[in-house]
Protein backbone atom coordinates (compact mmCIF):
# COMPACT_ATOMS: atom_id res chain seq x y z
CA UNK A 1 0.00 0.00 0.00
CA UNK A 2 2.90 2.28 1.12
CA UNK A 3 4.39 1.21 -2.51
CA UNK A 4 1.30 2.47 -3.93
CA UNK A 5 1.08 5.76 -2.06
CA UNK A 6 4.35 6.68 -2.86
CA UNK A 7 4.29 6.05 -6.81
CA UNK A 8 0.67 8.07 -6.69
CA UNK A 9 2.32 11.04 -5.19
CA UNK A 10 5.22 10.84 -7.50
CA UNK A 11 2.89 11.53 -10.19
CA UNK A 12 0.52 13.74 -8.63
CA UNK A 13 4.25 15.59 -8.51
CA UNK A 14 5.11 15.06 -11.99
CA UNK A 15 1.87 16.21 -13.53
CA UNK A 16 2.25 19.32 -10.94
CA UNK A 17 5.50 19.98 -12.71
CA UNK A 18 4.39 19.56 -15.94
CA UNK A 19 1.22 21.96 -15.52
CA UNK A 20 3.33 24.22 -14.25
CA UNK A 21 5.98 23.85 -17.27
CA UNK A 22 2.63 24.35 -19.51
CA UNK A 23 1.64 27.26 -17.17
CA UNK A 24 4.89 29.07 -18.19
CA UNK A 25 5.26 27.71 -21.53
CA UNK A 26 2.06 29.73 -22.39
CA UNK A 27 3.41 32.61 -20.35
CA UNK A 28 6.88 32.91 -22.59
CA UNK A 29 8.49 31.28 -19.96
CA UNK A 30 9.36 33.33 -16.55
CA UNK A 31 11.17 36.11 -18.82
CA UNK A 32 9.15 38.08 -21.00
CA UNK A 33 10.38 40.07 -24.56
CA UNK A 34 10.17 43.81 -22.73
CA UNK A 35 8.55 46.54 -25.08
CA UNK A 36 8.74 50.08 -23.58
CA UNK A 37 6.73 52.58 -25.00
CA UNK A 38 6.06 56.45 -24.25
CA UNK A 39 2.56 57.07 -23.12
CA UNK A 40 0.59 58.92 -25.88
CA UNK A 41 2.66 58.12 -28.64
CA UNK A 42 0.05 55.48 -29.92
CA UNK A 43 -3.24 54.37 -28.99
CA UNK A 44 -2.91 52.18 -25.53
CA UNK A 45 -5.49 49.95 -26.50
CA UNK A 46 -4.55 49.43 -29.81
CA UNK A 47 -1.17 48.77 -28.57
CA UNK A 48 -2.73 46.20 -26.16
CA UNK A 49 -4.45 44.55 -28.79
CA UNK A 50 -0.95 44.10 -30.90
CA UNK A 51 0.44 42.41 -27.69
CA UNK A 52 -2.66 40.16 -27.18
CA UNK A 53 -2.79 39.08 -31.07
CA UNK A 54 0.99 38.44 -30.74
CA UNK A 55 1.22 36.50 -28.13
CA UNK A 56 -1.72 34.17 -28.40
CA UNK A 57 -0.56 33.58 -31.94
CA UNK A 58 3.39 32.82 -30.86
CA UNK A 59 5.17 29.52 -29.96
CA UNK A 60 6.44 28.44 -27.10
CA UNK A 61 9.63 29.11 -28.29
CA UNK A 62 9.05 32.69 -27.94
CA UNK A 63 8.61 34.75 -25.33
CA UNK A 64 5.56 36.79 -24.95
CA UNK A 65 5.34 40.17 -25.59
CA UNK A 66 4.86 42.50 -22.54
CA UNK A 67 4.51 46.38 -22.44
CA UNK A 68 5.40 48.99 -19.88
CA UNK A 69 4.57 52.68 -20.97
CA UNK A 70 6.33 55.85 -19.45
CA UNK A 71 4.29 59.07 -18.56
CA UNK A 72 6.48 60.85 -20.53
CA UNK A 73 9.87 60.98 -23.08
CA UNK A 74 11.49 61.77 -19.49
CA UNK A 75 10.48 59.53 -17.53
CA UNK A 76 11.55 56.73 -20.66
CA UNK A 77 15.41 58.24 -20.64
CA UNK A 78 15.42 58.28 -17.16
CA UNK A 79 14.71 54.56 -16.85
CA UNK A 80 16.55 53.89 -20.13
CA UNK A 81 19.57 54.45 -17.51
CA UNK A 82 20.01 51.87 -15.43
CA UNK A 83 18.24 48.99 -17.41
CA UNK A 84 16.61 48.21 -20.77
CA UNK A 85 13.86 47.04 -22.81
CA UNK A 86 13.93 44.28 -25.44
CA UNK A 87 12.34 46.31 -27.69
CA UNK A 88 11.71 50.63 -27.68
CA UNK A 89 8.67 52.02 -29.58
CA UNK A 90 10.29 55.45 -30.96
CA UNK A 91 10.39 57.19 -34.21
CA UNK A 92 12.85 57.09 -37.05
CA UNK A 93 14.77 60.44 -35.33
CA UNK A 94 14.96 58.65 -32.12
CA UNK A 95 16.11 54.89 -33.72
CA UNK A 96 18.78 56.99 -35.31
CA UNK A 97 20.25 58.59 -32.51
CA UNK A 98 20.31 55.52 -30.40
CA UNK A 99 21.83 53.58 -33.48
CA UNK A 100 24.56 56.44 -34.30
CA UNK A 101 25.83 55.73 -30.58
CA UNK A 102 25.77 52.43 -30.57
CA UNK A 103 22.87 51.85 -28.48
CA UNK A 104 21.24 49.66 -31.00
CA UNK A 105 21.14 45.51 -31.06
CA UNK A 106 20.68 43.41 -34.58
CA UNK A 107 18.79 40.61 -35.42
CA UNK A 108 20.74 37.37 -37.28
CA UNK A 109 19.00 38.08 -40.16
CA UNK A 110 16.70 41.01 -42.10
CA UNK A 111 12.85 40.75 -41.30
CA UNK A 112 9.72 41.85 -43.16
CA UNK A 113 9.58 43.50 -46.35
CA UNK A 114 10.03 47.21 -46.59
CA UNK A 115 10.12 50.02 -48.83
CA UNK A 116 13.14 50.83 -50.28
CA UNK A 117 12.57 54.67 -49.27
CA UNK A 118 12.66 53.77 -45.90
CA UNK A 119 15.62 51.40 -45.82
CA UNK A 120 17.17 54.15 -47.81
CA UNK A 121 16.23 56.60 -44.83
CA UNK A 122 16.76 54.13 -42.07
CA UNK A 123 19.49 52.05 -43.11
CA UNK A 124 18.83 49.06 -40.30
CA UNK A 125 15.14 48.62 -40.98
CA UNK A 126 14.85 45.10 -40.61
CA UNK A 127 17.80 44.36 -38.08
CA UNK A 128 17.24 46.86 -35.87
CA UNK A 129 14.26 48.46 -36.14
CA UNK A 130 10.91 47.52 -37.58
CA UNK A 131 8.98 50.24 -38.82
CA UNK A 132 5.14 50.18 -38.45
CA UNK A 133 3.65 53.25 -39.94
CA UNK A 134 3.83 57.27 -39.66
CA UNK A 135 2.71 60.26 -37.66
CA UNK A 136 1.49 62.64 -40.04
CA UNK A 137 0.66 66.39 -39.17
CA UNK A 138 -3.40 66.99 -39.31
CA UNK A 139 -4.96 70.13 -38.31
CA UNK A 140 -7.55 69.63 -35.79
CA UNK A 141 -10.35 71.79 -35.06
CA UNK A 142 -13.03 72.71 -32.55
CA UNK A 143 -16.09 72.54 -34.11
CA UNK A 144 -18.59 74.78 -32.64
CA UNK A 145 -15.98 77.75 -32.44
CA UNK A 146 -15.47 77.63 -36.24
CA UNK A 147 -19.39 77.12 -36.77
CA UNK A 148 -19.89 80.15 -34.33
CA UNK A 149 -17.54 82.48 -36.30
CA UNK A 150 -18.76 81.71 -39.55
CA UNK A 151 -15.55 79.40 -40.49
CA UNK A 152 -16.05 76.32 -42.57
CA UNK A 153 -13.41 73.89 -41.93
CA UNK A 154 -12.89 72.96 -45.90
CA UNK A 155 -9.94 75.01 -46.54
CA UNK A 156 -8.94 74.70 -49.83
CA UNK A 157 -5.18 75.59 -49.12
CA UNK A 158 -2.50 76.91 -46.79
CA UNK A 159 -3.24 80.24 -48.23
CA UNK A 160 -7.32 80.04 -47.69
CA UNK A 161 -6.24 78.90 -44.08
CA UNK A 162 -4.19 82.37 -42.94
CA UNK A 163 -6.73 84.40 -44.56
CA UNK A 164 -9.07 82.91 -42.01
CA UNK A 165 -6.99 83.07 -39.40
CA UNK A 166 -6.62 86.73 -40.38
CA UNK A 167 -10.51 86.98 -40.24
CA UNK A 168 -11.32 85.63 -36.62
CA UNK A 169 -8.31 88.07 -35.46
CA UNK A 170 -9.81 91.14 -36.94
CA UNK A 171 -13.12 89.72 -35.18
CA UNK A 172 -12.65 88.50 -31.86
CA UNK A 173 -8.79 90.14 -31.18
CA UNK A 174 -7.65 86.47 -30.34
CA UNK A 175 -5.10 84.13 -32.24
CA UNK A 176 -7.13 81.63 -34.55
CA UNK A 177 -4.64 78.56 -34.26
CA UNK A 178 -1.16 76.72 -32.96
CA UNK A 179 0.45 73.43 -33.13
CA UNK A 180 2.04 70.71 -31.37
CA UNK A 181 5.24 70.93 -33.65
CA UNK A 182 6.54 73.29 -36.04
CA UNK A 183 9.17 71.42 -37.68
CA UNK A 184 6.84 68.82 -38.69
CA UNK A 185 4.42 71.49 -40.34
CA UNK A 186 7.71 73.03 -42.19
CA UNK A 187 9.05 69.39 -43.28
CA UNK A 188 5.74 68.46 -44.82
CA UNK A 189 4.93 72.01 -46.69
CA UNK A 190 8.33 72.02 -47.86
CA UNK A 191 8.30 68.75 -49.63
CA UNK A 192 4.75 69.23 -51.16
CA UNK A 193 6.53 72.17 -53.13
CA UNK A 194 9.57 69.79 -53.95
CA UNK A 195 12.55 70.92 -51.21
CA UNK A 196 13.94 67.88 -48.48
CA UNK A 197 14.11 70.02 -45.33
CA UNK A 198 17.93 70.01 -44.22
CA UNK A 199 17.39 71.36 -40.71
CA UNK A 200 20.45 73.45 -41.19
CA UNK A 201 19.49 77.41 -41.31
CA UNK A 202 21.98 78.47 -44.27
CA UNK A 203 20.37 75.75 -46.18
CA UNK A 204 17.25 75.87 -45.65
CA UNK A 205 16.48 79.64 -45.83
CA UNK A 206 17.86 80.12 -49.59
CA UNK A 207 15.08 77.61 -50.39
CA UNK A 208 12.09 79.72 -52.08
CA UNK A 209 9.85 76.97 -51.02
CA UNK A 210 10.50 76.54 -47.17
CA UNK A 211 11.10 80.65 -46.67
CA UNK A 212 7.68 81.24 -48.60
CA UNK A 213 6.14 78.78 -45.60
CA UNK A 214 8.21 79.86 -42.69
CA UNK A 215 7.81 83.43 -43.49
CA UNK A 216 3.54 82.31 -43.59
CA UNK A 217 4.22 81.80 -40.31
CA UNK A 218 6.17 84.00 -38.68
CA UNK A 219 3.82 87.01 -40.37
CA UNK A 220 0.91 84.74 -38.82
CA UNK A 221 2.71 85.00 -35.36
CA UNK A 222 3.81 88.50 -35.76
CA UNK A 223 0.19 89.76 -36.09
CA UNK A 224 -1.19 87.85 -33.26
CA UNK A 225 -3.33 84.74 -35.41
CA UNK A 226 -1.02 82.06 -34.68
CA UNK A 227 -0.35 81.04 -31.26
CA UNK A 228 3.31 79.70 -31.14
CA UNK A 229 3.78 75.70 -30.11
CA UNK A 230 2.87 75.17 -26.43
CA UNK A 231 2.14 72.07 -24.57
CA UNK A 232 -1.19 72.82 -23.77
CA UNK A 233 -2.62 73.86 -27.27
CA UNK A 234 -4.60 70.78 -27.72
CA UNK A 235 -6.28 71.22 -24.60
CA UNK A 236 -7.30 74.83 -25.52
CA UNK A 237 -8.53 74.11 -28.72
CA UNK A 238 -10.76 71.42 -26.43
CA UNK A 239 -11.70 74.35 -24.17
CA UNK A 240 -13.08 76.41 -27.09
CA UNK A 241 -9.86 79.15 -26.37
CA UNK A 242 -8.24 78.25 -29.50
CA UNK A 243 -10.11 77.47 -32.41
CA UNK A 244 -7.60 75.33 -34.70
CA UNK A 245 -4.45 73.54 -33.85
CA UNK A 246 -2.04 71.48 -36.13
CA UNK A 247 -1.34 67.75 -33.89
CA UNK A 248 0.32 64.53 -35.03
CA UNK A 249 -2.37 62.10 -36.50
CA UNK A 250 -0.89 59.59 -33.29
CA UNK A 251 -3.30 61.96 -31.05
CA UNK A 252 -6.55 60.81 -33.10
CA UNK A 253 -7.86 57.87 -31.40
CA UNK A 254 -8.04 60.20 -27.93
CA UNK A 255 -9.34 63.47 -29.11
CA UNK A 256 -11.70 65.18 -26.90
CA UNK A 257 -15.72 65.51 -27.97
CA UNK A 258 -16.04 67.97 -30.03
CA UNK A 259 -13.35 68.45 -32.16
CA UNK A 260 -13.03 67.45 -35.38
CA UNK A 261 -10.09 66.87 -37.65
CA UNK A 262 -9.12 67.18 -41.73
CA UNK A 263 -6.24 66.91 -43.81
CA UNK A 264 -3.36 69.73 -43.47
CA UNK A 265 -3.87 72.23 -45.81
CA UNK A 266 -0.92 72.62 -48.09
CA UNK A 267 0.49 75.79 -50.12
CA UNK A 268 -1.04 76.38 -53.11
CA UNK A 269 0.63 74.29 -56.10
CA UNK A 270 1.56 71.72 -53.41
CA UNK A 271 1.91 68.16 -54.62
CA UNK A 272 -0.41 65.95 -51.92
CA UNK A 273 2.40 64.16 -50.70
CA UNK A 274 2.78 63.71 -46.76
CA UNK A 275 6.71 63.38 -45.19
CA UNK A 276 6.03 61.89 -41.99
CA UNK A 277 7.52 60.64 -39.01
CA UNK A 278 8.32 57.16 -38.97
CA UNK A 279 7.46 54.70 -35.86
CA UNK A 280 8.44 51.24 -35.16
CA UNK A 281 10.07 49.07 -33.00
CA UNK A 282 14.04 49.22 -32.52
CA UNK A 283 15.87 46.41 -31.23
CA UNK A 284 18.05 47.61 -27.76
CA UNK A 285 20.03 44.16 -27.75
CA UNK A 286 19.97 45.12 -24.17
CA UNK A 287 19.64 40.84 -23.47
CA UNK A 288 21.53 39.10 -26.18
CA UNK A 289 19.34 35.48 -25.37
CA UNK A 290 16.30 37.22 -26.17
CA UNK A 291 17.09 38.40 -29.64
CA UNK A 292 15.50 34.89 -31.21
CA UNK A 293 11.96 36.34 -29.29
CA UNK A 294 12.79 39.45 -31.22
CA UNK A 295 13.49 38.14 -34.40
CA UNK A 296 9.93 36.39 -34.01
CA UNK A 297 8.07 39.03 -33.28
CA UNK A 298 9.40 40.95 -36.17
CA UNK A 299 9.05 38.22 -38.67
CA UNK A 300 4.85 38.55 -37.11
CA UNK A 301 5.10 41.85 -37.58
CA UNK A 302 5.90 41.54 -41.31
CA UNK A 303 3.22 38.35 -41.72
CA UNK A 304 0.24 39.87 -39.54
CA UNK A 305 0.73 43.69 -38.91
CA UNK A 306 -2.16 44.88 -41.39
CA UNK A 307 -2.59 48.71 -42.89
CA UNK A 308 -5.50 48.07 -40.69
CA UNK A 309 -3.84 47.83 -37.37
CA UNK A 310 -1.64 50.92 -38.11
CA UNK A 311 -4.43 53.22 -39.00
CA UNK A 312 -5.55 52.04 -35.34
CA UNK A 313 -2.51 52.88 -33.54
CA UNK A 314 -3.14 56.30 -35.56
CA UNK A 315 -0.39 55.79 -37.57
CA UNK A 316 -0.57 55.82 -42.01
CA UNK A 317 0.86 52.38 -42.66
CA UNK A 318 4.59 51.82 -43.88
CA UNK A 319 3.31 50.03 -47.05
CA UNK A 320 3.38 51.13 -50.53
CA UNK A 321 -0.43 49.60 -51.64
CA UNK A 322 -4.00 51.40 -51.12
CA UNK A 323 -6.32 50.69 -48.61
CA UNK A 324 -9.19 48.75 -49.78
CA UNK A 325 -12.90 50.45 -49.94
CA UNK A 326 -14.01 47.67 -47.57
CA UNK A 327 -11.46 48.88 -45.04
CA UNK A 328 -12.24 52.67 -45.94
CA UNK A 329 -15.90 52.14 -45.88
CA UNK A 330 -14.91 50.59 -41.94
CA UNK A 331 -14.66 54.00 -41.08
CA UNK A 332 -11.42 53.89 -39.73
CA UNK A 333 -9.81 56.78 -38.09
CA UNK A 334 -6.78 57.98 -40.73
CA UNK A 335 -8.39 56.42 -44.08
CA UNK A 336 -9.96 59.86 -45.68
CA UNK A 337 -6.24 61.00 -45.12
CA UNK A 338 -4.13 57.73 -46.34
CA UNK A 339 -6.57 56.74 -49.43
CA UNK A 340 -3.29 56.19 -51.47
CA UNK A 341 -0.70 55.03 -49.15
CA UNK A 342 1.56 55.58 -52.55
CA UNK A 343 0.80 59.38 -51.91
CA UNK A 344 3.33 59.11 -48.28
CA UNK A 345 7.11 59.37 -48.89
CA UNK A 346 9.60 58.27 -47.52
CA UNK A 347 12.45 60.68 -48.12
CA UNK A 348 16.11 60.18 -46.61
CA UNK A 349 15.41 62.44 -43.55
CA UNK A 350 19.15 62.50 -42.95
CA UNK A 351 20.31 65.90 -42.43
CA UNK A 352 17.08 67.15 -41.21
CA UNK A 353 16.67 64.40 -38.64
CA UNK A 354 19.63 64.70 -37.12
CA UNK A 355 19.03 68.62 -36.76
CA UNK A 356 15.62 68.30 -36.00
CA UNK A 357 15.47 68.79 -32.41
CA UNK A 358 17.66 72.05 -32.31
CA UNK A 359 15.99 73.12 -34.74
CA UNK A 360 12.51 73.05 -33.11
CA UNK A 361 13.71 74.97 -30.55
CA UNK A 362 15.39 77.80 -32.47
CA UNK A 363 12.42 78.49 -34.41
CA UNK A 364 10.04 78.28 -31.40
CA UNK A 365 11.91 80.85 -29.84
CA UNK A 366 11.93 82.87 -32.83
CA UNK A 367 8.18 82.74 -33.27
CA UNK A 368 8.15 83.65 -29.39
CA UNK A 369 9.64 86.52 -29.71
CA UNK A 370 7.45 87.97 -32.93
CA UNK A 371 4.25 87.21 -31.04
Avoid: H
Amino acid sequence: MKKILTAALSCVAALLIFILYMKLSDDGSSQKLNLWYVEGDVSLSSLEALAESYNSQRSRDSYALSLQGFETEEALASAFETQRPDLLLCSYTRAASLGSRGQLGSVDQSVGDYLPEIEQALPFAGQSFFPIGSRVPILVFNTSVLEEAGISSDFENLESFISAAQDYLEKTGSPFFSASGLSPLLCTWSASLGYQLKGRPELDAIDEGFARCYNTLASAAMEGSFLPPGEDRLEMTAAGLLPCVFVDSSLLSGLPEGLGYTTLPLPENGEAVYVPDIIGFAVTGANTYALPSVQAFGFWLSRSFSPESALQLGLVPAVSTPLSQESRDAGTPLADISIDFRQVIYPPLGEFAENREEMELSLCRALDLLY
